[in-house]
């Protein structure tokens, strides 16, 4: 036969990939990648200053991708709009955001005086940005990783590095004065901090309900806070990236403590459990019977 029939169980399944395809995408999808592409406009924005030398400018967008990146997560679990898109999106523009535009940034400002030494600086920060996302974005899937876990990162999560590798610019801002050499350690520093496996508290889980009387506080500190930003940048970036590096010990005690907290409570449940398994491995003990007591008669 030169014309076959059409299977019609082939055109149904085409039927349904077209419309699977072109189905209308609700908005709560869209709000999430929105902003982190607004983040990603930032972070490319304030590579374009740093060459042209505007570094208050170029600070202040990493500043405001960071505020954006610590919103689109949290906006799309409210939206219920997480997808895997939006979480390899924003795996990409945190890479630009944070690993590829403050290398930029201290290079222009700063390392291009090592020459060779001082862009190896840069690009090595700017790898282990990319080694800590890819890195994090495992770390999600890992089917052993105790419930507790959640409530650190491991190395220092790439936006928090990026503010804080930038402290010798705000100190320079602040009035003093450039060392070249200890931009250059310093930054090879928080570079290692990054990939290494210190114990790094996340924040994530803290703050999901707020009590009633703390709302007005909250909205006042925030409103305070901003305006403090806006008024005294430098001093309060200064401020902050020190606490932040003063309080990274305290997450690797409160790890331990976790660790060990986990440890005695599964203590039990082995002994328990090994307990049990003696149980059923050992062999069960029968007593004599009386025929066996009796002596064995000679014939």
Not at 46 to 65: C, K, N, T, Y
């Amino acid at each position: 036969m030169l014309f076959q029939p059409l299977d019609p169980r082939r055109n149904e399944t085409r039927n349904e990939l077209w419309r699977r395809r072109f189905r209308p995408i609700p908005v709560r999808m869209l709000v999430p990648n929105v902003i982190t592409l607004l983040a990603l406009c930032a972070g490319l924005t304030a590579i374009r200053l740093a060459v042209e030398e505007r570094l208050d400018l170029a600070l202040a967008a990493i500043v405001f991708a960071a505020a954006l990146d610590g919103v689109d997560g949290r906006v799309a679990r409210l939206l219920k709009g997480t997808s895997r898109f939006g979480a390899e999106l924003d795996s990409l523009a945190d890479f630009v955001n944070f690993g590829v535009a403050p290398a930029i940034i201290l290079y222009f400002w700063e390392l291009h005086e090592l020459k060779s030494a001082g862009w190896i600086a840069a690009m090595i920060f700017a790898i282990c940005a990319a080694l800590r996302l890819a890195r994090f974005n495992v770390a999600i899937d890992d089917p052993n990783r105790p419930p507790w876990a959640g409530n650190f990162f491991v190395g220092m999560p790439a936006p928090l590095g990026a503010l804080t590798v930038l402290l010798p610019i705000y100190l320079y801002f602040l009035g003093l004065p450039r060392f070249t050499l200890v931009t250059f350690i310093y930054t090879l520093a928080i570079a290692m901090l990054m990939v290494s496996r210190l114990p790094v508290i996340s924040g994530k889980k803290v703050g999901r309900r707020v009590p009633p009387e703390m709302v007005l506080p909250i909205f006042v500190a925030v409103v305070l806070l901003v305006a403090l930003l806006i008024s005294y940048p430098w001093q309060v970036l200064t401020v902050a990236t020190l606490a932040y590096l003063g309080s990274l010990p305290f997450g690797l005690l409160s790890y331990r403590r976790f660790e060990r907290e986990a440890a005695a409570a599964a203590q039990p449940a082995a002994q328990a459990a090994s307990a049990a398994a003696d149980a059923t491995s050992s062999p069960s003990i029968t007593p004599p019977s009386p025929d066996d007591e009796r002596p064995v008669r000679l014939n």
